[in-house]
């Protein structure tokens, strides 16, 4: 941005010449010069925006060697002002309350707007043109302020992040960093859960053990792991978030995923036995029990103290997730079907939610839940349904005249690794349900979902949502008919900076590098090909970890032996996201397509019949794209190398993650071939670990024998192929994953 008037004072003020605007405004332009905020600047507010001034008031002392005054619109101005004024900003956006002007030149700023969540809004615009040694509240004498015009205005209402305290916890001050954060890109809705299977987080005066019990859970450890919030940290993160003009949507999960209160108070549940709050990830059978009318007594009177602490107009209850099983089987819940006339137990979920609608409704609140709540039939045009299991929900509601929150897992869950979600896909994100034609006050906007059950501290959190939050931010205030991804990118590049003073170690903007392969009899071909433009690539061949002083990637490698390929990105010699390892092994058999006895899995390929000899080997991650899977049939592979070899080696490995119903084989067996008609048996492999090993692994099943000469090699795993009984889907058909057939 350039700034040609400079004053000769500006040389020792920080400016920020390379400024941007994320989301970007709806009318914008640039100006010449700059407004210089020192001492003797004063801001001058119009009463209702009280709150509002002394927020910037704030703001600009956090980072300056003065506390700049602030005056009522009535008092003369001095030569120096910041004027907050109420005004309507542009008929066409007539009653919108986050409607803002900003402008900037020489001789001052103003900032209009009709409500004070506009001229917030407008202050955050201004936040966003002073330097990133601002945000480090780098105390300095005067900020310069790059001229601009800007007349702006939200496209949706609803701009949220769910955060998720429960799978891991988050202390009151991560929770009020994020609330500024995202007040910084001009979000409004936080959406907190915070009550969940593996912990309850928020205290409760009349039920203490929620806390005391259900706030902690068995950790990896062994050693008691969790937290909550106390009713004055709420008051305190309620109060911080107001300030920022965002509202806070807290969530309580019923009837489902609620065993940790189930733990603190067994009588809620179906079977009244005691169980422990949530150590593993998933969805339980033990919910809150329908037919037992003290659960509702419990549940109002949670609720009468969460309304308490919340002047939030909407209560979230979740309302996703909740299987049946304890209800088929609970004579309670049989009898209250009974009585109410209903069919089965999906209409107890309906009147379970009904019943919990009617006490919302009694204190002037709003319900929203997950997008299961459409399926028991509930048409209350004042209920908000929440869309996650792709976009459907928010097309249902819409049409029948509820309210929708868009936030599908497609492009909206930021618990998704960049693979399936980068900053790309998130831009490319509407809230608008494909084929909606009808009114779009009935699409509220979006929110991103942070659910935390792999992120257990801050530094992945801040990886997970930045940058990609930027992308929601823009998609939802912004929504331009013509979007432009490589402007947008530019923009975010500018932002980054700004984050970095505001403590925030933001992750990759795309997976930093793929691997793409081709391998022949005679080398495995190594093509590596860099996420996002501006990134160096280094890797190493021999286990140590690269860094800018390792071999630059410039062409495709052909491996001739066995090896270990180590790649790290690099963006102006900085690391840029994850190291990626691939391991590789050169055998008699690579590049050789071999013949199946399967049919395998669309979704587990490997990359078809050559991924079992192309020398690539799978990782931990069984969808990485190099196992190839079936299910329940024995796999049975034959290799013909062409002629005559010595062998002295075969081996094959294989994956385990039960609770996936993947398991390794029940038996390998070996056998060779001189004519590929007539096979002699050279071993036989039992498996001796148990079909119960938890965590995924990798096991190799090698056989070494007296060197042999054939042509043909053929290997047959047999597959469990039902889950055993003990298991949580017992009988369902088991998966067998083999990534590499190897001969040496
Ligand atoms: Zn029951």
Redo the contacts with the bound molecule.
């Keep these: 941005m350039a700034c040609d008037n400079v004053s000769e004072k500006a040389k020792v003020v920080p400016v920020n010449n390379n400024y941007s605007l994320v989301p970007l405004p709806q009318h914008y332009t640039s100006g010449q010069g700059m407004f210089v905020w020192d001492a003797q600047t004063v801001i001058v507010a119009d009463p209702t925006f009280e709150k509002e001034a002394v927020y910037l008031q704030r703001l600009i002392a956090g980072s300056s060697r003065f506390e700049p005054a602030i005056l009522s619109a009535k008092e003369a101005p001095m030569a120096s002002a910041v004027y907050l004024v109420k005004g309507t900003v542009d008929h066409v956006w007539g009653k919108n309350k986050e409607a803002y002007s900003l402008s900037v030149d020489s001789t001052g700023i103003r900032i209009q707007g009709m409500q004070g969540a506009g001229i917030f809004r407008g202050i955050q615009s201004l936040r966003q043109l002073l330097p990133a040694s601002f945000h480090q509240q780098k105390k300095e004498g005067a900020w310069g302020i790059p001229a601009v015009a800007i007349k702006d205005a939200p496209k949706f209402s609803w701009r949220g992040l769910l955060f998720d305290c429960c799978r891991h916890f988050f202390d009151k001050q991560t929770v009020k960093h994020y609330i500024d954060l995202l007040a910084y890109y001009k979000m409004n809705t936080l959406h907190w859960h915070l009550t969940e299977d593996q912990g309850w987080r928020i205290a409760i005066d009349r039920y203490p053990k929620l806390t005391e019990i259900g706030a902690w859970r068995k950790g990896e450890d062994g050693k008691p792991y969790g937290g909550f919030y106390t009713k004055e940290d709420i008051r305190e993160i309620v109060a911080y978030a107001n300030e920022r003009h965002i509202n806070i949507v807290p969530e309580i999960e019923l009837p489902g995923h609620s065993q940790a209160a189930i733990a603190a108070y067994p009588y809620l549940?179906?079977?009244g036995e005691q169980l422990e709050v949530g150590t593993k990830w998933g969805v339980f059978k033990d919910v809150?029990?329908?037919?037992?009318d003290s659960?509702f007594q419990f549940l109002e009177n949670v609720l009468l103290e969460v309304m308490e602490l919340f002047p939030s107009e909407y209560i979230h209850i979740g309302g996703d997730e909740c299987p049946k099983y304890?209800?088929e089987h609970?004579?309670?819940?049989?009898k209250?079907i009974k009585a109410e006339g209903l069919h089965d137990e999906h209409e107890l979920q309906r009147y379970f939610i009904k019943r919990i609608n009617q006490f919302l409704q009694k204190h002037n609140k709003r319900l929203i839940g997950w997008d299961e709540i459409l399926e028991g039939d509930l048409t209350d045009s004042s209920v908000v349904v929440q869309s996650w299991r792709g976009m459907g929900g928010a097309l249902k509601a819409a049409n029948q005249g509820q309210c929708a929150i868009s936030s599908p897992i497609s492009h909206a869950y930021f618990d998704y690794q960049l693979n399936a979600i980068d900053l790309e896909k998130v831009y490319a994100f509407s809230p608008i349900p494909e084929g909606y034609t009808g009114d779009l006050k009935y699409i509220l906007g979006g929110e991103c979902n942070m659910w935390t059950e792999w992120v257990p501290n801050d530094s992945v959190l801040a990886q997970r949502i930045f940058p990609r939050l930027l992308a929601m931010s823009e998609v939802l205030w912004s929504a331009y008919e013509q979007k432009n991804y490589s402007e947008f990118y530019e923009r975010v590049q500018q932002q980054y900076p700004s984050l970095e003073a505001m403590g925030i170690q933001y992750g990759a903007e795309t997976v930093p590098v793929r691997l793409e392969h081709y391998t022949s009899q005679e080398s495995i071909n190594v093509k590596m090909l860099a996420g996002a433009p501006n990134i160096d690539l280094y890797y190493t061949m021999d286990g140590t970890k690269p860094t800018t002083t390792s071999e630059r990637y410039e062409a495709p490698l052909p491996l001739k032996k066995s090896s270990t390929l180590k790649v790290q990105a690099f963006k102006q010699d900085k690391s840029y996201g994850q190291e990626l390892e691939q391991v590789y092994t050169k055998h008699l058999a690579n590049g050789i397509e071999p013949t199946l006895s399967y049919v395998y899995s669309d979704y587990y390929t490997g990359g078809g019949n050559l991924a079992l000899t192309n020398g690539v080997r799978g990782s931990l991650n069984f969808r990485d794209g190099h196992w190839q899977a079936v299910q329940k049939v024995p796999m049975e592979i034959t290799v013909n190398l062409k002629e005559t070899q010595t062998i002295s080696k075969v081996s094959t490995a294989f994956f385990q993650k039960q609770d996936s119903w993947i398991f390794l084989p029940t038996k390998i067996e070996f056998f060779v071939s001189e004519d590929g008609e007539k096979y002699q048996s050279i071993g036989v492999i039992e498996n001796t670990i148990s079909p119960k090993k938890d965590d995924s692994f990798i096991e190799k099943f090698m056989l070494e024998i007296a060197p042999i000469k054939a042509q043909f090699v053929r290997m047959k795993a047999h597959n469990i192929t039902h889950c055993p009984d003990w298991h949580a889907a017992a009988g369902s058909d088991a998966w067998l994953f083999v990534d590499e057939s190897v001969v040496e």
Excluded: E, F, V
């Excluded at 809150?288 to 037992?292: D, F, I, L, S």
């Excluded at 609970?330 to 049989?334: N, R, T």
């Design positions: 549940s179906c079977t809150y029990c329908a037919g037992n659960t304890r209800w609970c004579s309670k819940c049989q209250r």
